[in-house]
């Protein structure tokens, strides 16, 4: 068993298998890139996938959510190979969690449980904490019975930070008291952040959004030329990062925000809309796409879903795809003509400049391809907004307005 390191504390990597299910509404192409996205999770939270199982049914069996048969060979290879995890890329009942556990022997984590530990684990602030936690808490809360149970057998591990490692004896009366004294000190951490807000209240805001690990923070630190943290793991970024940007001497706050994924527990983007709030209070949003990713077309889709859902889908938008070198590595032959390499790229461009109203650019932040005309779009949007929203401003940029 290997080890990986968080927070400077070394810890023994865990061994999972995957379980997922081809359905009507997903064909197998669509589980498959699921699986691809549940094993980036699990190895952003610490664990080796060893093994991947999936079967096509009409819909999930409400007991063991893969068949009987399917479930027993799981529980095969699990006995066989000293598994640790099984990993179920859907959220699954608490009934279906305690059968499934009942064959494998072991640790079983849904896919939101999944997501709820590697948040409990890369946060860092107060506010992220507490944001973490009451998501935790609202998600285990109808499942306490057979979470305790579960949690009394198996210390420590993926799964075991935060609300669970602290109060295995957590009645539902005591959670619910909990839930309300987070919920308070959230409202409090958000008048404190609103105070700070409107201090700012003059500055053109912009902030980049998109599905996680797609680059935002890599192009923070562009943009802003500070090193903000930034790794390819999924959600390397919890807490909103604020900073000032000046191009051409006209200054602007850019804010990053955390990323969005595809199955995002509901709680999540409950307890994380006071995090959302810059990107709800935002005059500019920079909508970030990894267009190497092969569901890029998917991702912006969840993206747009959810920004609809915040109600924060009618501002002035910049579309970013974002790895345009990972994308020609991917997509084209060393050997393809330039000529030819050059034609494809331009037709793709075209076409996505017709789908956003010439609103996207096409650039690669850790190799510099394009970033001067990036700065130059938002220069542009950020300059029109203070002309729109504060022409006296204009006066202490006169050369550039």
Excluded at 303 to 331: G, R, S
Excluded at 332 to 347: A, N, R, T, V, Y
Excluded at 354 to 373: E, L, M, P, Y
Aim: glycine fraction near 4%; charge should be neutral.
């Amino acid at each position: 068993m290997g080890t990986f390191q968080i927070d400077n504390t070394i810890k023994e990597q865990e061994k999972a298998v995957l379980i997922g299910l081809v359905t009507r509404e997903q064909n197998e192409e669509k589980t498959h890139e699921y699986l691809d996205e549940l094993q980036f999770l699990a190895e952003t939270a610490g664990a080796i996938t060893q093994k991947r199982f999936w079967q096509k049914l009409q819909h999930p069996d409400v007991a063991t959510y893969l068949g009987k048969g399917k479930i027993e060979e799981v529980s095969e290879y699990v006995k066989e190979n000293g598994i640790d995890l099984v990993l179920v890329d859907d959220e699954i009942s608490p009934s279906q969690l305690r059968n499934i556990e009942k064959y494998a022997k072991c640790k079983v984590l849904d896919r939101s449980m999944l997501i709820l530990d590697i948040f409990a684990q890369r946060a860092r602030t107060l506010q992220a904490k507490t944001q973490v936690e009451l998501a935790q808490l609202q998600y285990m809360l109808p499942r306490l019975k057979g979470l305790w149970s579960h949690l009394d057998r198996v210390k420590g591990g993926i799964g075991m930070k935060g609300a669970g490692e602290k109060e295995i004896e957590t009645d539902r009366r005591i959670a619910q008291t909990r839930i309300s004294l987070l919920k308070r000190q959230l409202s409090e951490i958000d008048k404190q952040n609103e105070t700070r807000r409107k201090n700012r209240s003059e500055m053109i805001r912009v902030a980049l959004v998109g599905y996680t690990n797609v680059g935002k923070s890599t192009l923070l630190n562009l943009l802003a030329k500070e090193q903000v943290f930034a790794e390819n793991k999924l959600f390397a970024t919890l807490d909103t990062t604020v900073r000032k940007v000046v191009f051409n001497t006209v200054p602007f706050l850019l804010s990053d925000t955390v990323g969005f994924i595809r199955k995002l527990p509901h709680h999540l983007i409950e307890s994380f809309k006071s995090t959302l709030d810059e990107t709800l209070e935002a005059d500019i949003l920079l909508h970030v796409v990894d267009i190497s990713h092969p569901a890029f077309v998917e991702q912006i889709n969840v993206v747009n879903n959810i920004l609809e859902e915040l109600k924060a889908n009618d501002k002035p938008t910049i579309i970013i795809f974002n790895k345009m070198d990972l994308y020609e590595q991917k997509t084209f032959d060393e050997f393809l003509p330039q000529e030819i390499k050059k034609g494809l790229l331009s037709e793709l461009e075209q076409t996505w400049m017709a789908k956003t109203n010439d609103n996207a650019i096409f650039v690669s932040a850790t190799t510099n391809r394009n970033t001067a005309a990036l700065r130059e779009r938002i220069f542009k949007k950020v300059k029109e907004l203070y002309l729109e929203r504060y022409p006296y401003k204009a006066g202490y940029w006169s050369e550039y307005f």
